[in-house]
């Protein structure tokens, strides 16, 4: 199998299709559902409308490439990223760098490597916050990635959510699910 070089994959010609470089190894998952995709598209507008208003910063869906590492050919696209308005500088062509917030809509075929390799991942790339959501439980958990010990919060139901990356977020978990 060719391994390509961060540039090879960049050069690519652009697609709507979600494309990853792992460690030099193109990936294509199949498409998400439906129900995935329209919790991902009621957050997104959820935050991108909390963000604009108190003017944080940027809020982007995926497909958008992010380069956690170039040297390790390392490129994902989460479901949604928010780069705070003072690291703006990160968002090119690309997003160079880690966001300051990353958030995974489960999938049953995802939901054990969004937990694990791709959480390792935004750990060890400076990933302030993930937020994990969990369309069967109807919860999100909430981990702070930046602070040490890594605090690790779940919310459901009516209780407002809380953020360590965006100012004021206290919308409860139960008004993003439909």
Known sequence: M???TVTEYLRMPETMRRMELVHGVVREPPAPLYGHQSLLTRLAARLDSHV???DL???CVSPVDVVLD???ALVVQPDIIFVAKSRLH???DRVWGPPDLVVEVLSPSTARRDRTTRLGWYRLHGVAECWLVDTKSRSIQVIQLAVSPERHSRFAGDAPMVSGVLAAWTTPAAALFP
């Open 2 to 4: 060719e391994k390509l």
């Open 52 to 54: 604009r208003s108190l």
């Open 57 to 59: 910063g940027e809020v």
């Open 70 to 72: 170039a040297g390790a």
């Open 90 to 92: 990160i968002v090119r």
